[in-house]
């Protein structure tokens, strides 16, 4: 039977006394303070528009936030509408960081920018994709490719929309793999030092590890990334028929999304309400672990999520090559040329830009270029440069025997 916490009379009396007398958290971040790395005056704060529903509705016209909608969040090769995209994915981070945020007196303009931007960077076919495209790219240059920071590159660099530092920092910085009993801010002086941290990331993955939000907005973007996919990830196996419900045991906050949901939302206001910290008890984090276990073990490390790798990786190395050697030979008709740069060309984001895209290095734009591209994309793309292919990947298609099955 489905078992759903609720708040304790205690801290449900004071949040309803606080949000009656409109009193926010001392620990909600300061709009005030909010740091932009040009001094625009278009991107000056008003009474309607402040500061951070700028970065919001920044993100939202960004015009690589429409790819979320064909990016793989876990099951790839799926036509099903029933099945999470990435773009579900963001809506449901910012829906319950929100709420949460809302509910703990903090700043929801500053959450629900970190939570609309936090995957733009990721690469087509989930993290499989992104495991590929940083073994190519440190393999021709000594660095690393991150979806977080990659991220921050789309927003800051590829497209600099001039969005405040505490974004960009909740951004980097939201790692849902890396999940904390307890979080706290760490301070952050200013772009220099997160620059700095950028590069320190991109030269060892360990530090990518390190990151901490700066801010507790960007805090709860981090836990609700884990909280948003822990239980929709279950849904989605049972819905593509890789697993049945029952597989999962209850490790004390519930099997199915809304009990995961609501119940680990409650403890973490029941131990973090008005604090400079989220926390959740050591029995909650204990079975967040376990059931974060459980997905790994029957739906992220399955045969049914891992059969196409070894063909998204060997399609990738291809495509990756390909396009490399086509903007060495200056080979103007390549896609690469046409649909990419051309398109990063536009005179408003060309202005803004430090260095020309052009003169990027070469196979930062090719990474650029694939990190870009949608599932469906990638699979044309491989198709149209590499006709003669062996290599395929095959979809589940609606009337599939495997999905009536």
Not at 71 to 87: A, E, G, P, W
């Amino acid at each position: 039977m489905a078992h759903y916490e609720e708040l304790s009379s205690g801290i449900g009396a004071r949040m309803a006394d606080d949000l009656a007398h409109r009193r926010p958290s001392p620990y909600a971040f300061d709009e005030a303070k909010a740091l932009r790395r040009r001094d625009n005056p278009h991107d000056a704060a008003n009474v309607w528009r402040p500061a951070f529903v700028r970065d919001a509705d920044k993100i939202l016209n960004c015009p690589y936030y429409n790819r979320y909608s064909d990016k793989t969040q876990v099951f790839s090769l799926y036509k099903n509408d029933d099945i999470t995209r990435r773009s579900l994915h963001v809506q449901l981070v910012s829906r319950i960081a929100r709420t949460l945020g809302r509910a703990l007196g903090l700043n929801t303009g500053l959450i629900e920018a970190i939570a609309l931007g936090h995957d733009i960077g990721h690469t087509p076919f989930g993290h499989t994709g992104e495991r590929f495209l940083d073994a190519l790219f440190y393999a021709h240059t000594g660095l690393h490719f991150a979806h977080n920071l990659h991220s921050v590159r789309v927003l800051d660099e590829i497209f600099p929309l001039n969005l405040c530092l505490q974004t960009l920092d909740g951004i980097a910085a939201h790692n849902g793999e890396l999940e904390l009993g307890e979080y706290h801010p760490a301070p952050l002086e200013g772009f220099a030092a997160f620059d700095a941290q950028m590069r320190a990331c991109r030269a060892d993955t360990q530090n990518v590890k390190k990151l901490v939000p700066c801010t507790l907005e960007g805090c709860v973007v981090r836990i609700c990334d884990i909280i948003a996919y822990l239980g929709k990830d279950r849904h989605d196996a049972q819905t593509s028929k890789a697993v049945a419900r029952e597989t999962f045991a209850d490790a004390g906050i519930g099997t199915i999304n809304a009990e995961i949901v609501n119940n680990l939302m409650v403890n973490l206001l029941e131990n973090s309400y008005h604090q400079p910290f989220l926390r959740l008890d050591e029995a909650h984090f204990a079975a967040l672990r376990a059931a974060k276990e459980d997905n790994y073990r029957l739906i992220y490390r399955s045969e049914e999520v891992q059969s196409a790798d070894e063909t998204v990786r060997a399609m990738m190395e291809q495509l990756y090559e390909r396009l490399l050697a086509d903007l060495e030979k200056g080979n103007a008709s390549s896609p690469v040329f046409r649909h990419h740069i051309a398109y990063l060309q536009k005179p408003y984001y060309a202005k803004h830009r430090a260095l020309p895209y052009p003169e990027t290095e070469k196979n930062q734009i090719v990474t650029d270029y694939i990190a870009s591209m949608t599932d469906d994309y990638f699979v044309d793309l491989y198709a149209y440069l590499f006709p003669k292919s062996s290599l395929k990947l095959q979809y589940v298609g609606y009337f599939d025997e495997r999905r009536e099955a």
